[in-house]
């Protein structure tokens, strides 16, 4: 019998990203691996991150949102600092970032390259620091001491999601966020995979359903989880693709806010959101989930968690909210906004074309 304790679950980990794993080249599927370019506000600060650094990077995404100036962030299982590098910059050096990995060896990486990255970005002083531990136990960190934490592809490979979710809430601020890219099965998996340790390190073994992941993270205070995207995962491995069967993953980013006054479900008091269009990251259009998109100046109207959302957040500079929740009117039919409408329209008739 396979022993599925939370240390040899660990264990499998430890060694396959610290002794096994020499490059992303080295991984069996693309669980591990990201699809797609990077917006280019990240593409221009992967500019200044080292080759070390960026050579062993294992994530499925990108995690690192907008509006960071200034801003705490903790990185869960940075391993060798690459989003802990991109943030860094994004944050400037008024703000700060954390990367906390249970594997030494990850983590030496980034540590020798601190010196390096704070005369590449100009800064006078090093606004990161790095922290062996477990993503279970964030005991480095204070309650309601960080505005932001990301993952990349990490969640999925620990044994205690619940525990995880639970400390992201505390060390969490008011209005915070945590913004994770991780991978996701259209099944509850077996046991014979869920403990594969091949299938576990890979990334796909620990996968949960959308559903069930919601579900954690609402039990925790995560009361309204919204998806940013989702990108189907490849399996290059013969042997694992017959090991999976039917199964199918995909490598979803998602956006989990902790705020007080969330509902249960979408509801309607009249309120309309508009953007002031002075992000800039993405200038014109912001996008808060996969179904609301909003472009400067054009009023959207919005159920009362998404005007929470905007007004009780780091993105209350950027938005105006006209209404409050005085007059109720019903469940809010939570469609996509015009802009979201309109402008996915035009990407897919591009993509056609």
């Given at each position: ?6 240390n ?6 430890r060694e396959?990203?610290?002794d096994?794993?020499?490059?992303s080249?080295?991984?069996?599927t693309?669980?591990?691996c990201?699809s797609g370019?990077?917006p280019?506000?990240i593409l221009?600060a992967l500019e200044?991150v080292h080759?070390d650094?960026q ?5 499925c995404?990108f ?12 990185d ?6 690459r ?11 008024t703000?700060f970032?954390h990367?906390?990995?249970?594997t030494?060896?990850?983590l ?5 390259t601190a ?9 006078a002083?090093?606004n990161?620091?790095f ?6 136990e964030l ?17 999925n490979l620990s044994p205690?999601k619940?525990?995880v979710l ?5 060390v969490?601020r008011?209005g915070?966020e945590?913004?994770?890219s ?23 073994g620990g996968?949960m ?6 579900q954690?993270?609402k039990?925790?205070?995560f009361l309204?989880?919204r998806r940013?995207s989702t990108t189907?995962?490849?399996?290059r491995?013969a042997?694992?693709q017959?090991?999976v069967?039917a199964?199918?993953?995909t490598s979803?980013?998602?956006r989990?806010?902790?705020l ?7 509801e309607d008091y009249g309120q309309?959101?508009?953007y002031?269009g ?5 200038g014109?259009l912001?996008?808060?989930d996969?179904h609301h998109?909003f472009?400067a100046?054009r009023p959207?109207?919005v159920c009362?968690n ?7 957040t780091r ?11 005085t007059?109720h009117?019903?469940?809010f039919p939570?469609d996509p906004?015009?802009a979201?409408t309109?402008?996915?329209v ?5 993509a056609c074309?």
């Amino acid at each position: 019998m396979v022993d599925t304790s939370p240390n040899t679950l660990r264990e499998w980990v430890r060694e396959y990203y610290g002794d096994t794993l020499k490059s992303s080249d080295d991984l069996q599927t693309d669980a591990c691996c990201v699809s797609g370019p990077p917006p280019d506000y990240i593409l221009r600060a992967l500019e200044h991150v080292h080759v070390d650094v960026q050579s062993r990077f294992y994530g499925c995404g990108f995690p690192i949102p907008e509006a960071l100036a200034g801003l705490t962030i903790a990185d869960l299982g940075c391993g060798t600092g690459r989003d802990v590098y991109v943030l860094a910059q994004l944050v400037g050096e008024t703000g700060f970032v954390h990367g906390v990995d249970m594997t030494e060896s990850q983590l030496e990486v980034p540590r020798k390259t601190a010196e390096w990255h704070r005369e590449r970005f100009g800064f006078a002083k090093s606004n990161v620091d790095f922290h062996q531990g477990y993503i279970e136990e964030l005991a480095m960190l204070p309650d309601n001491s960080v505005d932001l934490v990301v993952s990349n592809c990490v969640v999925n490979l620990s044994p205690r999601k619940d525990l995880v979710l639970a400390e992201v809430f505390r060390v969490l601020r008011p209005g915070g966020e945590f913004y994770l890219s991780d991978v996701y099965c259209d099944r509850r998996l077996p046991k014979d995979i869920a403990f594969d340790p091949l299938l576990h390190s890979e990334c796909l073994g620990g996968a949960m359903t959308d559903f069930d992941f919601a579900q954690l993270a609402k039990k925790v205070g995560f009361l309204d989880p919204r998806r940013m995207s989702t990108t189907p995962i490849a399996i290059r491995n013969a042997e694992i693709q017959k090991k999976v069967g039917a199964a199918r993953f995909t490598s979803d980013t998602v956006r989990l806010l902790k705020l007080d006054g969330l509902e249960a479900r979408c509801e309607d008091y009249g309120q309309v959101a508009v953007y002031k269009g002075t992000i800039p990251e993405v200038g014109p259009l912001f996008r808060l989930d996969d179904h609301h998109l909003f472009e400067a100046g054009r009023p959207e109207r919005v159920c009362s968690n998404t005007a929470l959302m905007l007004s009780g957040t780091r993105f209350a500079a950027h938005f105006d909210i006209i209404g409050d929740t005085t007059t109720h009117y019903g469940e809010f039919p939570c469609d996509p906004t015009i802009a979201h409408t309109e402008y996915q329209v035009a990407t897919d008739l591009a993509a056609c074309c």
